[in-house]
Structures are given as structure tokens and as C-alpha cells.
């Protein structure tokens, strides 16, 4: 293949996508805190309080316009897109996304065991689970994460923000803790423009041109 063609098959190819791993204990690590009226969670609350009413929320970014998935890895275990070894038994976990201002866009409400998600050897069961975001434009986002089925009020009610609170409707099962892992994957749906048709034909000729020249050094 000659470095011309080379370069136009280049020139076609996709921007490469990008993983964002989180990792972390829905009890060290939660920001929505509230466990009903004039109620905090704090150090004196067990492990089953803070997997009913917690939630982790995170920020991440989109350059460009992105398809996004993200998946849980801490009921089954497994690697996350870091190369960390992720220890099974975490809480069953519940992934919802947010804009900016905290409106809901989509959660796993109704996700099931996602591709190549590990068995819990101690439940039997796949509880892991992978939230579609479909296509986001630039900008930042939020993702929470909680102890199913501690939803967003503003998922649970169709209205609101994440501004509004949790249901408080998480559970603890025996045997599970309170670590998390899960990535964020984007993969962008824009494409490098292709060389115009204008750029190829002055590159043909180029080509044309430097060998005719080196023909007549020869002769």
C-alpha cells in the first residue's frame, strides 16, 4: 500500500472512545446523605442504613457529541477499564444519569445482566448492570449510583431534578457490602472529515508528476 492511500484510509477513521472508571464505598463516599425528615446519615448509621437512603453522584465530561454506557462491575467482580481488580459482593447496584442542572435522561430500571457480567459465586446471581445513555451532545453530566431500589425522586415521580432526593427504598442483602465500581464509556460519533475529492486528484497527479520526472532522469 502506498503512503498516499495510506493516509486517506487514516483520515477516514472514527475518533477513539474513552473509559472513566469509578471505584468507591457507598458509605465513605455518598453526597446525597438524607434519611428522611431532619435526618443525616453519619457515622452512628449502619451499613444497611446508608445502602437504603445513599447515593454516589459523579460528574463527567463529553468532548463530543458521544454514544455512553455505563456498567457496574462490584455485585459479580471482575476488571474495569482502569486493569483494577474489582472484588465481588458489592451492594446490587443502580446506575441513573443526569444533565447539568440534574434532569433525569435514563437509568437501569430495567437493565439485566449486562455482556460478559460475572456470576456472584455466592448468590448465583447476576445483579451487575449496564445504563444506555444514547447519544449526549458536549457538555457535563451526572451519574448516581445507589443500592437498588433507591431511585430518584425525579425518575420515580416523572418530574423534579436530582436536587429533590432519593426514595430511600435500598436494601442490604447478607453477604454484600458497600463497595462500587462502575465505568463510564464514550465513543464518539463524529468522524475525522475525509480528504475532498479536490486533495486526492492533486495528490494523484503529484504522484504521476514524480515519477514521470524520475523516468526522464533515467533515460
Known sequence: MNKFVFFAILGAACAPGSTISFVGNLRTDANVTGCGTSCTLDGSNTD?????????????????????????????????????????????????????????????????????????????????????????????????????????????LGTGTLADGFTGLGNLASGEDLHYAFDVELTSTASTPEPSSGFLASGILAMFAWRSFRARRRN
Do not use: H, K, R
Open 48 to 156: 444497611g442504613d446508608y445502602a437504603q437512603w445513599a447515593a454516589v453522584v459523579d460528574d463527567f465530561t463529553v468532548l463530543s457529541t458521544s454514544q455512553m454506557q455505563a456498567i457496574t462491575f462490584s455485585y459479580g467482580g471482575g476488571i474495569n477499564g482502569a486493569g483494577d481488580t474489582i472484588a465481588e459482593s458489592g451492594f446490587e447496584p443502580y446506575l441513573s444519569l443526569f444533565d447539568a442542572s440534574g434532569n433525569f435522561l435514563a437509568s437501569t430500571a430495567l437493565s439485566g445482566c449486562p455482556a460478559g457480567g460475572q456470576i456472584n459465586s455466592v448468590s448465583g446471581q447476576c445483579y451487575d448492570v449496564e445504563l444506555d445513555g444514547g447519544t449526549l451532545a458536549p457538555g457535563t453530566y451526572q451519574i448516581a449510583i445507589s443500592a437498588f431500589d433507591n431511585l430518584s425522586f425525579a425518575e420515580n
